[in-house]
């Protein structure tokens, strides 16, 4: 399959990024102060402070204002993507926690999966799964879950993601039965989740 190379002209970029700002009711004003002290404060009001602060960064700006990007400043429902997050995380704490890339780089180089290095035509960040390129002697479906969760949080880290939302194609070229029987229904349900809080990020999916 050939992905298409969608590097733009410095000025096409920052076009875009002050046309993805207007969309998200996002100014310079609102973006650093009201609305994330509005969050902030709804999150103390609510959250207990041991379920918010073992996210690491979650006192951050940076963090919060990722969750606020993705539901154009609205804080109630900011905080209710905030929620749904930290639920999944807790729920499954055992492939969310010590995230590797050192740990995980032969599943990545794999393809599970590829970020690729520029956007699409509107902006948005790609990411692709080379679902055929599993080799099950050598890792299994956790590392690839921890894999893609860790790929998914740092990308959602980056401007262009959060304002233009994330692209993902699954290619399932090379894909074999035994590849598909290693396939539990526990990692399905685990995915399935993965992707109810991920989606609400803009992610488009492709196949």
């Given at each position: 399959m050939d992905y298409p190379n969608s590097r733009q002209t410095s000025e096409q970029v920052t076009q875009r990024m002050e046309d993805a700002q207007g969309d998200h009711n996002e100014t310079l004003q609102n973006r650093h102060?009201?609305?994330?002290?509005?969050?902030?404060?709804?999150?103390?009001?609510?959250?207990?402070?041991?379920?918010?602060?073992?996210?690491?960064?979650?006192?951050?700006?940076?963090?919060?204002?990722?969750?606020?990007?993705a539901r154009k400043y609205n804080v109630e429902e900011s905080f209710k993507l905030l929620c749904n997050y930290i639920e999944f995380r807790t729920k499954n704490a055992s492939?969310?926690?010590?995230?590797?890339?050192?740990?995980?780089?032969?599943?990545?180089?794999?393809?599970?999966?590829?970020?690729?290095?520029?956007?699409?035509?509107?902006?948005?960040r790609m990411l692709v799964i080379f679902a055929?390129?599993?080799?099950?002697?050598?890792?299994?479906?956790?590392?690839?879950?921890?894999?893609?969760?860790?790929?998914?949080?740092?990308?959602?880290?980056?401007d262009d993601a959060q304002l233009n939302g994330i692209v993902i194609i699954a290619d399932f070229s090379g894909w074999t039965a035994t590849q598909a029987s290693h396939l539990s229904l526990s990692f399905i349900r685990q995915v399935f989740a993965m992707f109810q809080v991920s989606r609400r990020f803009i992610i488009k999916p492709r196949y």
């Amino acid at each position: 399959m050939d992905y298409p190379n969608s590097r733009q002209t410095s000025e096409q970029v920052t076009q875009r990024m002050e046309d993805a700002q207007g969309d998200h009711n996002e100014t310079l004003q609102n973006r650093h102060e009201d609305k994330i002290k509005a969050f902030r404060s709804r999150i103390n009001q609510t959250l207990n402070n041991n379920d918010f602060l073992h996210l690491g960064r979650a006192d951050e700006d940076a963090f919060l204002l990722i969750f606020l990007r993705a539901r154009k400043y609205n804080v109630e429902e900011s905080f209710k993507l905030l929620c749904n997050y930290i639920e999944f995380r807790t729920k499954n704490a055992s492939v969310c926690q010590n995230l590797s890339a050192w740990q995980l780089h032969h599943v990545i180089e794999d393809g599970f999966p590829c970020v690729l290095p520029y956007g699409n035509q509107t902006g948005a960040r790609m990411l692709v799964i080379f679902a055929g390129s599993w080799d099950t002697d050598t890792y299994g479906t956790e590392e690839i879950l921890k894999a893609f969760i860790m790929s998914m949080e740092r990308l959602i880290e980056n401007d262009d993601a959060q304002l233009n939302g994330i692209v993902i194609i699954a290619d399932f070229s090379g894909w074999t039965a035994t590849q598909a029987s290693h396939l539990s229904l526990s990692f399905i349900r685990q995915v399935f989740a993965m992707f109810q809080v991920s989606r609400r990020f803009i992610i488009k999916p492709r196949y």
